[in-house]
């Protein structure tokens, strides 16, 4: 079975579907403002018509791209392609100015290959024996299970656990809109048959993940627009050389095991897991001055672990069907349009598909690699597009992915919707990744809920039954209790800041 | 920040209100028979925004006890919240546009419009950039309803 998945990986179709995955992917990573999140949103609609393995893997190969395009942009422009790119940038960029741009990128793209396949290995190593144990699980244990994500990914994801509470009953309240499971009957429909199968996850996505960061970005140019880019030469001594390879390899590790260890928690991002790395990268070096100012260490410190949050962060996803951040949710939200549920019940259903999407993974780390190594040049005229032309082009790429879709007008005007809300949140700071993650898992709690009352008939005592569900409703209270008293003592700590 | 939190933290609260008054009782459906009603859920997350839209204001307005701020500031600059607001204006009219011509139609020119609106004025670009992504969104579409997709 493992042969013919790997086999399936490796059709045509397969490698077109991940190489233009990961082409597209380090186009959009290598311009700044535009993140994985945005990518994915943006292509979910042109997945419509692939076969579900070519759909994810092109998904999971463009959100590999993202991670090492945003390098680039990084390194050679001093403004991170995404948030998780930015300590790539305190020594990039000085690297690249001292006249050593190649040598920069080529750094930072073998510490993002070889992050981003050693974490897949671990993946495929520690999902499948955690979706054969959770495979065991209930619907008590799933639902405290899906309790537990949530409030932890409140906490951790904006920092403020209360907005991220208040972000996530939102997308609950919004995850509930559709026709009843049990009854059939209309819920919050409002009377529009269009809402019937509930609010429509692609103009959920796009509007508050792309259209509104959109916004943001032009509201930006108010006030930053020139940008000038390290140009990219050929120059004799400008290459990554056998002494730099043995210098960032030991960081190498140590920053793939930071990352993953930092993906497979929800709620942590990739920005936690680079900044992270790079910090402990620093500490244990011996020229800890050296960080900052062009240190080969510092690079591969922080696009070792960034790459490899992402295999990590699908840890959860395939064991246990928790999406742990914004990018895990989009490709629940993308199996789901291909009728496939996925979580445990993936390996049980259709192993040959979960194989294949690792072997797909594998070889989008291959091609990350060729593409990084032999389309440097393209990647680096590429940063010189403007920020003010992106913007238009993108804003009519989400118009266009939503009337492909057939959602017409109404469909727009729900995009509008979520835009608002989507600039709204990252105003404000409400965690928009708890707000998109709840609505994406609140059919699935709901139904693990749902079961779970009319198996124990009302009786809690049925729980006593139940050791793992008891385990996991004490870790909700204790994470919210932790995480509460951190929020306030957060405050309580700025409040008293000298200056302040 | 204590300001920003205390005013969005009323909106919070409002919605989570307007919610389980009005929005739950009235259109999440009431079936007795269920073992589980069906407004449970969305309820439990009303309330949950409840909850959480309290903590926010109330810590907000301690902050700004503290800080000695009031919930209101003149220090609004209106040529910034213009130049925020316009390009959802933008976007709005562009639904409105695309309400009667097709997308393929209208989109090079509201790609134009937004460049010009943004700065940009060199016409090589103004036309590449409206043009191209139309070319590529019509060949998507031609593509996608040969195979049957669309």
Request: glycine share 12%.
């Given at each position: 079975?493992?042969g013919?998945?790997?086999?399936e990986a490796?059709?045509?179709?397969?490698?077109i579907g991940?190489?233009?995955?990961?082409?597209?992917?380090?186009?959009?990573g290598?311009?700044?403002?535009?993140?994985?999140?945005?990518?994915i949103?943006?292509?979910i609609?042109?997945?419509?018509?692939?076969?579900?393995?070519?759909?994810?893997?092109?998904?999971?190969?463009?959100?590999?791209?993202?991670?090492?395009?945003?390098a680039?942009?990084?390194i050679?422009?001093?403004?991170?392609?995404?948030?998780s790119?930015?300590?790539?940038?305190?020594?990039?960029?000085?690297?690249?100015?001292?006249?050593?741009?190649k040598?920069?990128?080529?750094v930072?793209?073998?510490?993002?290959?070889?992050?981003?396949?050693?974490a897949t290995?671990?993946l495929?190593?520690?999902a499948?024996p955690?979706?054969?144990?959770?495979l065991?699980f209930?619907?008590?244990?799933?639902a405290?299970?899906?309790?537990?994500?949530?409030?932890?990914?409140?906490?951790?994801?904006?920092?403020?656990i209360f907005?991220?509470?208040?972000?996530?009953?939102l997308g609950?309240?919004?995850?509930?809109?559709?026709?009843?499971?049990?009854?059939?009957?209309?819920?919050l429909?409002?009377?529009?048959?269009?809402?019937m199968?509930g609010m429509?996850?692609?103009?959920?996505?796009?509007g508050?993940?792309?259209?509104?960061e959109?916004?943001?970005q032009?509201?930006?140019?108010?006030?930053?627009?020139?940008?000038m880019?390290?140009?990219?030469?050929?120059?004799?001594?400008?290459h990554?050389t056998?002494p730099i390879m043995?210098?960032?390899?030991?960081?190498?590790?140590?920053g793939t095991?930071?990352?993953?260890?930092?993906?497979a928690l929800?709620?942590?991002?990739p920005?936690?897991g680079?900044?992270?790395?790079?910090g402990?990268?620093?500490?244990?070096?011996?020229?800890?001055?050296?960080?900052?100012?062009?240190?080969?260490?510092?690079?591969?410190?922080s696009?070792?672990?960034?790459?490899?949050?992402?295999?990590?962060?699908l840890?959860?996803l395939?064991?246990?069907?928790?999406?742990?951040n914004?990018?895990?949710?989009?490709?629940?939200?993308?199996f789901?349009?291909?009728?496939?549920?996925?979580?445990?019940?993936l390996l049980?259903?259709?192993?040959?598909?979960?194989?294949s999407i690792?072997a797909?993974?594998?070889?989008?780390?291959?091609?990350?690699?060729?593409?990084?190594?032999f389309?440097?040049?393209?990647?680096?005229?590429?940063?010189?597009?403007?920020?003010?032309?992106?913007?238009?082009?993108?804003?009519?790429?989400?118009?266009g992915?939503i009337l492909?879709?057939g959602y017409?007008?109404?469909?727009?005007?729900?995009?509008?919707g979520?835009?608002?809300?989507?600039?709204?949140?990252k105003?404000?700071?409400?965690?928009?990744?708890t707000?998109?993650?709840a609505?994406?898992?609140?059919?699935?709690?709901?139904l693990?809920?749902?079961q779970?009352?009319?198996?124990?008939?009302?009786?809690?005592?049925?729980?006593?039954?139940?050791?793992?569900?008891?385990f996991?409703i004490?870790?909700?209270?204790?994470?919210?209790?932790?995480?509460?008293?951190?929020?306030?003592?957060?405050?309580?700590?700025?409040?008293?800041?000298?200056?302040? | 920040?204590?300001?920003q939190?205390f005013?969005?933290?009323?909106?919070?609260?409002?919605f989570a209100?307007l919610?389980l008054?009005w929005?739950?009782?009235e259109y999440?459906?009431?079936?007795?028979?269920?073992?589980?009603?069906?407004e449970?859920?969305?309820?439990?997350a009303?309330?949950?925004?409840?909850?959480?839209?309290?903590?926010?204001?109330?810590?907000?307005?301690?902050?700004m006890v503290?800080?000695?701020?009031?919930?209101?500031?003149?220090?609004?600059?209106?040529?910034?919240?213009?130049?925020?607001?316009?390009?959802?204006a933008?976007?709005?009219v562009?639904?409105?546009?695309?309400?009667?011509?097709?997308?393929?139609?209208?989109?090079?020119?509201?790609i134009?419009?937004?460049?010009?609106l943004?700065?940009?004025r060199?016409?090589?670009?103004?036309?590449?950039c409206?043009?191209?992504?139309?070319?590529?969104?019509?060949?998507?579409?031609?593509?996608?309803?040969?195979?049957?997709?669309i």
């Open positions: 079975m493992i013919a998945s790997i086999q490796l059709t045509l179709n397969a490698l991940i190489g233009g995955g990961v082409f597209m992917g380090y186009v959009i290598v311009i700044p403002g535009l993140s994985r999140s945005v990518a949103a943006i292509a609609p042109l997945t419509f018509y692939m076969s579900p393995l070519i759909a994810i893997s092109f998904l999971i190969g463009l959100s590999k791209g993202t991670a090492a395009g945003s680039v942009s990084a050679l422009l001093n403004a991170p392609g995404e948030a790119s930015a300590a790539t940038a305190l020594d990039g960029y000085p690297l690249a100015k001292s006249g050593k741009p040598t920069a990128l080529q930072g793209l073998v510490a993002s290959v070889a992050g981003d396949i050693m290995i671990i495929i190593f520690v499948i955690f979706a054969r144990v959770a065991m209930g619907p008590y244990e799933m405290a299970i899906l309790a537990f994500a949530l409030v932890f990914i409140a906490g951790l994801s904006g920092g403020n907005k991220g509470l208040a972000a996530g009953g609950i309240i919004l995850g509930t809109i559709g026709l009843d499971p049990q009854t059939g009957l209309p819920r429909t409002f009377g529009y048959t269009q809402l199968d429509p996850l692609i103009a959920v996505a796009i508050t993940l792309a259209l509104s959109m916004f943001i032009s509201e930006k140019l108010r006030y930053e627009r020139e940008t880019a390290v140009k990219l030469e050929h120059r004799a001594d400008d990554i056998v043995r210098r960032i390899m030991p960081t190498i590790l140590r095991g930071i990352g993953t260890f930092v993906g929800p709620g942590l991002g920005s936690v680079s900044w992270m790395s790079y402990v990268a620093q500490k244990v070096s011996r020229t800890p001055e050296k960080f900052g100012k062009g240190e080969p260490q510092g690079i591969a410190a696009e070792s672990a960034d790459n490899a949050v992402i295999p990590a962060a840890i959860p395939f064991g246990l069907g928790i999406p742990g914004v990018s895990a949710a989009l490709l629940v939200g993308a789901a349009i291909h009728g496939i549920t996925v979580g445990p019940l049980r259903d259709e192993p040959e598909l979960l194989y690792f797909g993974m594998i070889v989008a780390s291959i091609f990350m690699l060729i593409l990084g190594w389309g440097l040049m393209i990647f680096a005229q590429i940063t010189r597009v403007p920020p003010h032309v992106v913007i238009p082009i993108v804003i009519f790429f989400c118009l992915g492909l879709q017409g007008t109404f469909g727009l005007v729900i995009l509008m979520f835009a608002l809300l989507g600039y709204l949140m105003k404000y700071d409400y965690s928009f990744v707000f998109l993650v609505f994406i898992i609140t059919p699935m709690l709901e693990n809920l749902r779970s009352i009319i198996l124990s008939r009302g009786e809690w005592s049925i729980l006593l039954d139940r050791p793992i569900a008891v996991f004490l870790c909700t209270l204790a994470a919210l209790v932790i995480l509460a008293q951190r929020t306030l003592q957060g405050s309580r700590q700025i409040e008293t800041a000298p200056g302040e | 920040m204590q300001r939190s005013w969005s933290g009323l909106i919070v609260i409002a209100l919610a008054n929005l739950i009782p999440a459906g009431v079936n007795p028979q269920a073992q589980m009603p069906p449970l859920v969305p309820n439990l009303a309330w949950l925004m409840l909850i959480s839209g309290i903590i926010i204001v109330l810590r907000g307005i301690v902050g503290r800080a000695g701020q009031l919930p209101l500031t003149r220090e609004i600059n209106p040529r910034a919240v213009a130049w925020a607001a316009w390009p959802f933008y976007v709005g562009a639904i409105i546009v695309l309400d009667s011509f097709k997308l393929t139609h209208a989109g090079g020119p509201l134009l419009g937004m460049l010009l943004l700065g940009e060199r016409w090589y670009v103004l036309l590449g409206s043009v191209v992504p139309v070319i590529l969104l019509y060949g998507l579409s031609v593509h996608l309803m040969r195979v049957g997709v």
